[in-house]
């Protein structure tokens, strides 16, 4: 969880198992910066019970119906389908809020973290975002009801792939310019920059990770979605914020697949998944740690420069560039005066 997020919470209570089980399918969830477009679906599938026992699941559920709060109440599709769209807005503000939080996690925490942590923070994400929202019954229904938490996670926990995908997707259409790939010869420069790792220097290698592409990611993906957290760590680090290291190494991790993948002309829509590109993104956390604990002043700078070019593309982009910055190259004596 970021520290941005939400206020200090207590432990949250045990959850109470059910009969019923929860699939892993299909699943989309939204956040507030996306439109109302229709999402995709999770796919619920109850287990094989007896006729005794249908009935007595049938009454219990009945019960439980009459007594649930409607602010929590989850609406299901003909076919046990559970979509964002459909929930009452309390409902779908808590689960926003979640999707918003996992994103942070990712991006700011770890980039592929393990099975056993992901379903830890998931549910504390959820449980945080209900106390957040304060939506007691919600956070109530989450603590008792295990088949009602589990199909929020997994709401939520199908958009942590997406964000990875827009990062994947926003990587590929920046490197192919800057790199030069659309010619004869992009196999040549792409086994170059697939060697040590050379794609993460730009023109010196004593500037690592410091390059256009990586910038723009950056500006993107992260610095428009977490604007606020942005300024919260600026105002933390006395004016000389650093880029979070999980951030930038999933950032190098998608260009290198991405550059893999135009190498063996794969196809742009492949899964940028932990189980193939978890040993990269290690490898990068690994480095800048390694630079960090080395030369801890230098790695400071470089990860503070990244911070501030990233800043600066984004004020280049919205034309807040002073008028000299902007004329600073010209030579302006050597122009026509007719």
């Not at 477009?37 to 009459?66: Q, R, Y």
């Not at 808590?94 to 999707?99: D, E």
């Not at 790939?181 to 500037?207: C, E, R, V």
């Amino acid at each position: 969880m970021t520290s941005s997020s939400f206020g200090s919470q207590g432990p949250t209570s045990r959850v109470k198992k059910t009969s019923r089980t929860c699939s892993n399918e299909s699943i989309l969830a939204e956040d507030e910066a996306e439109d109302n477009s229709d999402v995709g679906t999770l796919n619920i599938k109850s287990e094989a019970h007896s006729d005794a026992e249908s009935e007595a699941e049938s009454h219990d559920t009945t019960e439980s119906l009459l007594c649930l709060d409607p602010t929590a109440h989850l609406v299901y599709t003909k076919t046990g389908s559970v979509r964002l769209t459909d929930q009452n807005i309390e409902l779908r503000k808590v689960i926003q809020c979640g999707i918003l939080e996992v994103k942070a996690y990712i991006a700011f925490e770890h980039g592929y973290p393990d099975l056993i942590t992901k379903n830890v923070y998931t549910r504390n994400i959820l449980l945080k975002a209900a106390q957040y929202h304060a939506a007691a019954p919600i956070e109530k229904q989450m603590q008792t009801d295990d088949e009602y938490l589990l199909a929020l996670t997994n709401l939520i926990d199908a958009r942590a792939s997406l964000f990875r995908s827009d990062i994947k997707e926003v990587t590929s259409k920046s490197i192919i310019g800057y790199f030069c790939l659309g010619g004869s010869d992009s196999n040549a420069i792409i086994d170059q920059l697939l060697a040590s790792h050379s794609y993460i220097f730009p023109q010196a290698f004593d500037k690592p990770y410091q390059m256009q592409p990586v910038f723009l990611i950056l500006h993107e993906v992260f610095f428009k979605q977490f604007s606020q957290r942005f300024c919260n760590i600026a105002k933390n680090k006395g004016g000389r914020p650093e880029i979070p290291i999980p951030m930038l190494a999933i950032v190098c991790t998608a260009i290198r697949a991405t550059l893999l993948a135009k190498r063996n002309k794969s196809s742009d829509d492949f899964k940028f998944t932990g189980n193939q590109f978890l040993d990269i993104y290690n490898h990068h956390v690994s480095l800048l740690g390694s630079i960090k604990k080395k030369v801890p002043i230098k790695f400071h700078k470089m990860m503070s420069d990244i911070y501030e070019e990233v800043n600066r593309f984004c004020h280049s982009i919205s034309g807040a560039y002073d008028q000299d910055d902007s004329l600073s190259f010209l030579d302006l004596d050597s122009m026509d005066d007719e």
